[in-house]
Nanobody
């Protein structure tokens, strides 16, 4: 199973930037993809972005043009660069692996990292 650790959250003013990190040991060698999700208080969990094992990226419409996902395979780390932040981006951000193997399809989540825009 992948042990996921998210970091980089904090409080920022509207229009500011943050870079989140997700460390997922083994996800590079196992050719996993990785997704970022967020959940605001009182709302459903929302898919934010993904990066595939081949580097293909995708974004929710709500963050297109503002967020960018990338990875450092040597460090088993995925980043989410968040620019032009809005109050509605306030949420707990979590990451999860995906793919066609039992290793990638782990049911476990990390603790998440809180982002507050105000």
């Amino acid at each position: 199973d992948v042990q996921l650790v998210e970091s980089g959250g904090g409080t920022v003013q509207p229009g500011g930037s943050l870079r989140l990190s997700c460390t997922a040991p083994g996800f590079t060698s196992n050719s996993c993809g990785l997704h970022w999700y967020r959940q605001a208080a009182g709302k459903q969990r929302e898919w934010v972005s993904r990066i595939s094992s081949d580097g293909t990226t995708g974004y929710a419409d709500s963050v297109k043009g503002r967020f960018a996902i990338s990875k450092d395979g040597a460090r088993d780390t995925v980043y989410l660069q968040m620019n032009s932040l809005k109050p509605e981006d306030t949420a707990m951000y979590s990451c999860k692996t995906s793919g066609g193997s039992w290793f990638c399809d782990s049911p476990y989540w990390g603790q998440g990292t809180q982002v507050t825009v105000s």
